[in-house]
């Protein structure tokens, strides 16, 4: 690996102990020892590439998604077994037939045979789309050794870590918006409308540059708490494009009946036709049966997707392009405020806010 100090190339007798033999300088991660196989300079490439240069901060979920894409792609399943597998098959192979014992040539053919079964099981998927670390686990096996080496998280990323709502951390606007957020998740009277995202990453992320405050949006987490603010304007779901998320904008329909329910969720087919996308999927999370007959019953998917939804697949929220992720919203939440409000909607009439304006690239195309 390179140090991200002194820049030289350094084989692994000249950096026990994360500690550079040439420069003396210590780093956070080895890709040796890290299970995401990170080192000091991916991380700050990745984060430069997440703030776009510095222009928005991003929460350490949406960092945990990106170092974690590489290995999504690929199966980790069998990874050691497999080699020694063939390795052993060939080797005893070899032994007995220089000492022609029959029986070992039957040991050798069960060694090839486990071999082959791990590569078709490979093939088929097996362990493909588990990330090696998991979301919770990010934290204390990648960013407290950052934390322990530079004194901080790298530039760009919020901490989070201080408040259960997600939003502590985050400077200037974005605390004031995080504390008016968890201490009246209702918002205030007279709100434009109501954000609802089970996700609190994503929440801190949209408070962090100030998306809620800009469109009087108040920002709850599930349908329940969105019949409590009091407010009668239109309500965006954000949501993961999953089985879970699927069902949220169905049951913010229902504990809602009559008002204006805005799915900005990414749909299910178009992020799957995506080559850049990369999902993944969680044991632990698995769609109960009687969530599948549901949707089964919406008739809006495939037998196919139903299956690759029951599987556990998901994108998550925390995959897509933070700046895609929030010109998207602020463009939907635009829109939706600019129609809510009656003073704002005569002025659109007039012109006063349309007027002339050069046509810019979809932030939603190529996501």
């Not at 032994?95 to 791990?118: K, M, Q, Y």
């Not at 362990?127 to 090696?132: A, L, M, S, T």
């Not at 999370?285 to 556990?312: F, H, M, N, S, V």
């Not at 809510?340 to 050069?358: I, N, S, V, Y």
């Amino acid at each position: 690996m390179i140090c991200p100090h002194c820049e030289r190339n350094l084989l692994r007798k000249e950096r026990t102990g994360n500690r550079c033999t040439h420069c003396k300088r210590s780093y956070a991660l080895d890709p040796k020892t890290n299970p995401l196989r990170l080192n000091d300079l991916r991380v700050r490439r990745i984060t430069t590439t997440l703030t776009d240069g510095g222009r928005i901060a991003i929460v350490p979920d949406q960092l945990w998604y990106a170092l974690s894409r590489k290995r999504l792609r690929d199966s980790a399943f069998g990874q050691g077994c497999l080699g020694g597998a063939f390795v052993g098959a060939g080797f005893v192979t070899v032994v007995a037939l220089f000492a022609e014992a029959p029986a070992l040539l039957i040991a050798s053919g069960a060694l090839l045979l486990i071999g082959l079964g791990i590569s078709l099981a490979r093939v088929m998927g097996a362990g493909k789309g588990i990330p090696p670390v998991v979301r919770e686990g990010f934290p204390a096996l990648v960013l407290t050794p950052w934390r322990s080496v530079y004194g901080g998280l790298p530039p760009g990323v919020l901490d989070t870590a201080a408040s259960d709502t997600g939003t502590a951390g985050a400077t200037g606007s974005a605390n004031s918006a995080g504390s008016a957020s968890s201490a009246d998740p209702a918002g205030a009277a007279g709100t434009t409308g109501v954000l609802v995202c089970p996700d609190r990453a994503v929440v801190a992320f949209l408070v962090a540059d100030g998306l809620p405050a800009r469109h009087g949006l108040a920002v709850v987490r599930s349908p329940a708490e969105a019949a409590a603010v009091p407010s009668k304007g239109p309500v965006l779901v954000l949501h993961d494009t999953d089985a879970d998320g699927e069902l949220l904008v169905r049951g913010v329909r229902e504990a809602l009946p009559g008002r204006t329910v805005v799915d900005v969720g990414p749909p299910l087919r178009t992020v799957r036709s995506l080559p850049q996308a990369v999902p993944y999927r969680d044991p632990r999370r698995r769609p109960r049966p009687a969530d599948l007959r549901i949707l089964a019953a919406l008739g809006t998917y495939t037998p196919e997707e139903l299956k690759w939804l029951g599987q556990g697949w998901r994108f998550p929220l925390v995959g897509l392009p933070p700046a895609r992720l929030l010109a998207v919203v602020d463009r939907v939440a635009g829109q939706v405020s600019h129609g809510a409000d009656p003073d704002r909607r005569r002025a659109a009439d007039l012109g006063f806010l349309t007027w002339p304006e050069a046509a810019g690239p979809d932030p939603v195309g190529g996501r």
